[in-house]
């Protein structure tokens, strides 16, 4: 059950939210990557709900949110994600952060560790020098903002940066929600540049050795855009962390394998830190 959509004032701007479920129940944030909104949870949302108070919002730059000038950082945006549970007054949640939005989670992890009960990792990287990059035409793939006007069309060129091969076949679902995620999103090309701007100041690689907070690292196995080197790097760093991966599953692997993904979380997040 929907329970509220609102703003809340944070660090200098305004974050559009959406929270679900029973506000007695444990809180679980979670915070969407590069040119996302609250609606790319679909596949979460439902399954979380009925046991968790959940969060979702528009990052800043994206959505309803408000949209900055360029020159903000990953840390300013992880700030943002502690704001907002201040203004919502919950002193700690579970965090599921995904490529961008799993950069945001190091960083509160790192800035405000007290706000975290446990981290959960999707795609992403820990930035500097070690991290393994895309190859270079997924990577101009990633910079090409043009569109042919029909967003059926735009995803089927895209899908293959972000989905593992087949997947749209396999799971009809995801075109459909997909066509639905594109269609309200309000995000600018100007805005979607600057995200990109603090994806470049993000370098946690040599910190991540300080993080304490249970941590369960997740990936698709055939992640062309965020290679999964990647997770194993981080769970290599982060003392006691997890690694899951994903056996044919690209960037968008919490909808490619959903259930997989979402009993898992469950597991990590209410059990006693067994492995997934």
Request: net charge negative; glycine share 8%; hydrophobic share 45%.
């Amino acid at each position: 059950m929907e329970k509220a959509m609102s703003f809340a004032s944070v660090n200098g701007i305004q974050l559009f939210y959406k929270t679900y479920g029973n506000l007695e129940n444990p809180p679980l944030l979670l915070n969407t990557g590069l040119s996302g909104y609250h609606a790319d949870w679909w596949a979460q949302v439902p399954a979380f709900e009925d046991d968790f108070y959940v969060i979702t919002f528009d990052n800043r730059s994206a959505g309803q949110s408000t949209y900055p000038e360029p020159g903000y950082t990953m840390a300013d945006m992880a700030d943002d994600v502690a704001g907002l549970l201040d203004y919502l007054q919950i002193e700690s949640a579970f965090v599921f952060g995904i490529s961008m939005g799993g950069m945001m989670a190091q960083n509160l992890a790192l800035r405000h560790p007290h706000k975290i009960r446990k981290l959960a990792l999707g795609c992403t990287n820990a930035g500097s020098v070690n991290q393994k990059m895309a190859d270079a035409d997924v990577i101009a793939d990633l910079m090409d903002t043009s569109s042919t006007g029909d967003v059926r069309q735009d995803i089927l060129n895209g899908a293959w940066t972000l989905l593992a091969d087949g997947a749209l076949e396999a799971k009809p679902i995801i075109m459909e929600k997909w066509i639905e995620v594109s269609t309200g999103n309000l995000q600018t090309e100007a805005a979607y540049m600057a995200q990109m701007q603090a994806i470049a100041t993000h370098d946690v690689f040599a910190k991540l050795a300080t993080i304490q907070i249970p941590t369960l690292v997740l990936h698709g196995e055939d992640d062309v855009l965020v290679p999964s080197e990647n997770g194993r790097m981080i769970a290599d760093q982060i003392p006691n962390a997890k690694l899951k991966l994903y056996p044919n599953t690209g960037h968008m692997f919490f909808w490619e394998a959903h259930d997989e993904v979402n009993a898992d979380l469950r597991t990590f997040f209410l059990g006693d830190n067994e492995p997934v």
